[in-house]
Nanobody
Framework: QVSLVESGGGLVQPGGSLRLSCEAS????????RRWYRQAPGKERELVAQ???????YYADSVKGRFTISRDNAKNTVYLQMNNLKPEDTGVYYC???????????WGKGTLVTVSS
């Protein structure tokens, strides 16, 4: 059974930084693709960043150059370093694991990030 638990959210001023963590159990580290999504108030959930088993990364245009996704397979943990945060980065950030062999998606419960002065 896969379990994902996010941490690291909070209130930060514009221009500040946060690091989100997603600790996982039941993850098959050499198969599963790890992703961060976010959902802003009144908007649909969107993909923010992705990292594959081979550590290839993808970023949404809105966060390129400011966010960095990384993974520590030994700790079954994925991180999202967020720098130069903007008010439009506000939302609930969800950790996701996608298993290509089955097509299954697994989700954490989310952590709230609020960027405001």
């Amino acid at each position: 059974q896969v379990s994902l638990v996010e941490s690291g959210g909070g209130l930060v001023q514009p221009g500040g930084s946060l690091r989100l963590s997603c600790e996982a159990s039941g993850i098959i580290w050499n198969i599963d693709v790890r992703r961060w999504y976010r959902q802003a108030p009144g908007k649909e959930r969107e993909l923010v960043a992705q990292i594959t088993v081979g550590s290839s990364t993808y970023y949404a245009d809105s966060v390129k150059g400011r966010f960095t996704i990384s993974r520590d397979n030994a700790k079954n943990t994925v991180y999202l370093q967020m720098n130069n945060l903007k008010p439009e980065d506000t939302g609930v950030y969800y950790c996701n694991a996608f298993r290509p062999t089955t097509g299954m998606n697994y989700w954490g419960k989310g952590t709230l990030v609020t960027v405001s002065s």
